[in-house]
């Protein structure tokens, strides 16, 4: 008992000598300010006030006036502007948002700063200000969810960084793949936060880990793939329950409530949602957000329920929440305008609940949130037809279908068929690889065999050694021509069975399918024939990644033109091109080979160059064909991996252009880009 006491007292005492401290160092620099502001006033010299205004912002403490703050910080970063002091306009613009960031009602001055700071951008001869300065504007515009923006910001960010700033590069891929899940980027979200991942477990920071572990699980759930996600976010809740850290628990909960309503489990939903609730809502250190959006999914289940009464208290705790924390937040809009919907819609006062589900769909859309946009056209069609507008209640439908068959195409179909043809692509590869040595070991055993007969010619015969030299010279030979024309024939029976593989797909199991929709269509099952409209476009797509049939309806330059297009469109890298005419200079099987060419280039660049745009240039002199392919990406040594075995792509490129009768040149630097060129003769 005394030794309790004793303690208590000592570490009482402690406490009270460090805050004692503390406030006496905030009191002696807020004295340098006021110290310091006199002088800056009457000062006329530029340079001088410069000076002044530099030392009273490296001063200022967390306790000085607010408003003053900010006033001394919009001077400074004037004055830094008229001096041209770049750097230093760009430390305190960062400065200056970090501050602006605590009010949610200064978004708006927040990205207007930024937005001045980046056009000062050139000036700042420091990279990872520089980079900085790109976070804290895609930040700006990741609050104001302007996420196209905001991703076009994080990569600029990550561009900036070296390698001395992998806690700012992985917050810029970790940022970004949040802003790529807002916009329904689900590949891209999801190679983002797997590189991010592996920059945060070698920093060892296991906070941002399992940011981005609660990230994948929310990619999971998009995919319907709710038993992983829910295993992630299992492990992720207690584990911040046992650190004391309600606000991730909370949010980590509140996501697996909204995959259980996604598999119609609303009764699990709504356990969850009462968990929370129950725990952090009078908790004033929770964050408002989380609150806020508890409240308003319990209002929305209530409403389901026919519950007025408790949908009006769960929407008027999450108003009040609004009215006090939260009044200009973002994110919380849409949902708050979600639930006052359903409000109206209880109350059956439809004509108010009418014109706000049209301004949901709109403020969705510009938001570009696919969960919202999704909410958005199904609330406004129930509406609408409760409403008596029955077009506008089919016209919603039909966006809301159309909207979910894109992403479902876009992101499953599509990426199905990409991996499926990547695989077999590199099935044939390997293959290749195997018959390429297996002739270089007979080739090497053959050099070998040379060798010995010559050292015993020597010393038998003269005549017998020029004999047996020229005897087996001409073997050489005649191997190397067998081995460049194996190498010939197994690409074209590569691409002869890709070729048949994918008719076979098409007319045999796509015929079938059309017959099986018919007959369906006959019989008005709509929603099966749905199901094989899907199947028959991922049988199409499958058909199309095995063999370009677009070479014969639009010709070689065509068919490149299109793929480079979809590449454009389909991934984060941006494609320019100038190609020539050359449809008439090749036969079809030569057409293949260019195609494949571009084809394969492009898969090395996508897998390994990590490039952001890709300049390419189809040129056509009087006995020639040139085509550059260049990157910006980080390059490589080319002889490392051409001789590496597990370079299978570089082989490939060089047999498809030897086959073509050309020449293969690559020029590439480390962190610098590389340029394939591919010389043929016509």
Known sequence: MITTSLKSNTIFTAIFCIKLLYSTLSIAQNQIVDSLIPAFEVENNLQKRFELIKNILSNLDQDYDRSRVIEYYKAGLQIAEETENFLEFGKWSIELYEIYRLDPNDENEALSLMKQAKSHIQEVHDNRVRGIIYLKLAAAHYSKTEFTKAIEAYTMAELEFS???????????????????????????????????????????IDYVNYVNNGIAVLYSKYNIFQEAEKIRIGLAENYLKQGNLNDWAITLYNQSRDYVKQNKQEDSFAALKKVHGKINNDSTIDPDIRTIVNLSLSNYYSQKNDKEMQTKHFEEAQLLVKNQLESSSFIRLPLLKSRILIYENQNNLNRAYELAKEYTTQAVDAANMDQIIDAYLIESRISEKHG??????????????????????????????????????????????????????????????????????????????????????????????????????????????????????????????????????????????????????????????????????????????????????????????????????????????????????????????????????????KEILLTIQDNGIGFDFSEKYNDFKSLGLKTLKERTATLGGSMKVDSEMQKGTIFSFLITI
């Not at 068929?417 to 195997?434: G, I």
């Not at 190397?480 to 048949?500: A, H, P, T, Y």
């Not at 058909?543 to 370009?548: D, N």
């Not at 494949?596 to 952001?612: L, M, T």
């Open 389 to 622: 507008d029955y077009k506008n209640a089919f016209e919603s439908l039909a966006k809301y279908q159309n909207f979910t068959d894109s992403l479902f195409q876009a992101n499953q179909a599509n990426t199905f068929s990409y991996f499926q043809t990547l695989y077999e692509t590199e099935k044939k590869e390997r293959d290749l690889l195997l018959k390429t040595q297996e002739l270089a070991e007979i080739k090497a055993k053959t050099i070998k065999k040379i060798r010995t007969i010559v050292i015993i010619s020597v010393l038998i015969l003269t005549v017998m050694l020029l004999w047996f030299l020229i005897k087996n010279l001409k073997a050489a030979k005649k191997a190397k021509i067998q081995q460049e024309k194996f190498s010939r024939d197994l690409l074209i029976s590569q691409e002869n069975e890709r070729k048949r593989i994918s008719k076979d797909l098409h007319d045999g199991l796509g015929q079938s399918l059309l017959l099986i929709k018919n007959k369906i269509i006959l019989n008005q099952d709509n929603s099966t024939s749905t199901l094989l409209d899907n199947a028959i476009e991922e049988l199409r797509g499958i058909s199309r990644s095995l063999h370009p049939f677009q070479l014969e309806e639009l010709g070689v330059s065509g068919a490149i033109q299109n793929l480079l297009n979809q590449i454009d469109e389909e991934t984060a890298i941006f494609v320019s091109s100038e190609i020539d005419n050359i449809d008439n200079l090749f036969d079809k099987d030569q057409q293949l080979h260019i195609y494949r060419i571009v084809q394969e280039s492009f898969n090395n660049i996508i897998k390994h160059a990590k490039a952001s745009a890709v300049r390419v240039m189809l040129t056509k002199k009087e």
């Open 163 to 205: 390698e001395n700033d992998s806690i700012y590069l992985a917050d810029a891929i970790f940022f970004r793949a949040q802003a790529k899940d807002y916009k329904g980027e689900l590949i891209g979200s999801m190679n983002d936060y797997q590189k991010a991942k592996i920059i945060y477990e070698n920093l060892n920071d």
